[in-house]
């Protein structure tokens, strides 16, 4: 039987965080993670990962990379659990090699001491995870993110990132870009991965997901992220996120770990 129980544990200033998700059944749509790489080991069952058209199956003991704004998508053919680790991308661009694989160790090494992740997880984790492919495609990113983009998209780009609960008209980003309304959505979705749309949508509810653990009602939480009732948020939530916004809430933990290095 399927609980869709997803744990959370991490530590606020070290940029690194573990996400379990278990005995799941959760399919995910197109998105993609704007602010983290993100290395998935699958524990138990399969899911079929969607990145750029190409499409692959991978099974218990099996991982994979994702980096920052690469669009994909997640079907569950079946129950599954999954384990990922999650790589603040500032840490990547801006913290040298070692120190980051220091914080993972430390952090792994400390999830065994917690009710959250037991040991035999950890130690899959530990076993698959390739941390110098996860170096090569932090160092593939940092070449992308201080290479030639458009100044312009990259200054929406991190506003929507930002403040997503800020009113957007589509025909003003273009006509402030100085090109026609088509021309201007076909640029960022080849830039971002989604249109702008998507991706000030997809934006909204991560940042709910982040205010739900702050937050005592979950009609504050819709009216802050710019959803203009609870009902619009809660079929905005369910799509993106596989589980309604209350049993998001009751079944998402976070824990922090102090005193890391």
């Given at each position: 039987?399927?609980?869709?129980?997803?744990?959370?544990?991490?530590?606020?200033?070290?940029?690194?965080?573990?996400?379990?998700?278990?005995?799941?059944?959760?399919?995910?749509?197109?998105?993609?993670?704007?602010?983290?790489?993100?290395?998935?080991?699958?524990?138990?069952?399969?899911i079929?990962?969607?990145?750029?058209?190409?499409?692959?199956?991978?099974?218990?003991?099996?991982?994979?990379?994702?980096?920052?704004?690469?669009?994909?998508?997640?079907?569950?053919?079946k129950?599954?659990?999954?384990?990922?680790?999650?790589?603040?991308k500032?840490?990547?661009?801006?913290?040298?090699?070692d120190?980051?694989?220091?914080?993972?160790?430390?952090?792994?090494?400390?999830?065994?001491?917690?009710?959250?992740?037991?040991?035999?997880?950890?130690v899959?984790?530990?076993?698959?995870?390739?941390?110098?492919?996860?170096?090569?495609?932090?160092?593939?990113?940092?070449?992308?993110?201080?290479g030639?983009?458009?100044?312009?998209?990259?200054?929406?780009?991190?506003?929507?990132?930002?403040?997503?609960?800020?009113?957007?008209?589509?025909?003003?980003?273009?006509?402030?870009?100085?090109?026609s309304?088509?021309?201007?959505?076909?640029?960022?979705?080849?830039?971002?991965?989604?249109?702008?749309?998507?991706?000030?949508?997809q934006?909204?509810?991560?940042?709910a997901?982040?205010l739900?653990?702050?937050?005592?009602?979950?009609?504050?939480?819709?009216?802050?992220?710019?959803?203009?009732?609870?009902?619009?948020f809660t079929?905005q939530?369910?799509?993106?996120?596989g589980?309604?916004?209350?049993?998001?809430?009751?079944?998402?933990q976070?824990?922090?770990?102090?005193s890391?290095?």
């Amino acid at each position: 039987m399927a609980t869709n129980n997803v744990q959370y544990i991490g530590h606020s200033n070290m940029g690194i965080e573990l996400i379990l998700c278990e005995n799941s059944t959760i399919s995910y749509p197109t998105h993609n993670h704007v602010s983290v790489f993100t290395t998935g080991i699958v524990l138990k069952g399969s899911i079929v990962l969607t990145t750029n058209n190409d499409v692959a199956t991978y099974k218990s003991n099996e991982s994979f990379i994702i980096p920052p704004y690469v669009p994909h998508s997640i079907c569950a053919p079946k129950n599954y659990t999954l384990l990922s680790l999650c790589i603040d991308k500032n840490i990547a661009v801006h913290s040298d090699a070692d120190k980051i694989r220091s914080n993972i160790i430390t952090l792994l090494t400390s999830a065994l001491h917690t009710q959250k992740h037991n040991q035999y997880q950890t130690v899959q984790l530990l076993n698959c995870l390739d941390l110098d492919t996860v170096f090569r495609e932090m160092k593939a990113y940092k070449d992308w993110h201080c290479g030639n983009q458009n100044p312009f998209i990259k200054s929406l780009r991190n506003q929507l990132e930002l403040y997503p609960e800020d009113k957007f008209s589509i025909e003003e980003m273009a006509q402030n870009a100085y090109v026609s309304k088509y021309h201007f959505i076909r640029s960022f979705k080849a830039e971002v991965g989604l249109t702008p749309h998507q991706f000030q949508l997809q934006n909204r509810i991560r940042k709910a997901q982040r205010l739900m653990h702050h937050t005592d009602t979950i009609t504050e939480v819709a009216l802050t992220t710019g959803f203009c009732d609870q009902s619009h948020f809660t079929r905005q939530f369910e799509k993106q996120v596989g589980i309604s916004p209350l049993a998001y809430k009751l079944s998402s933990q976070t824990v922090h770990i102090g005193s890391m290095v």
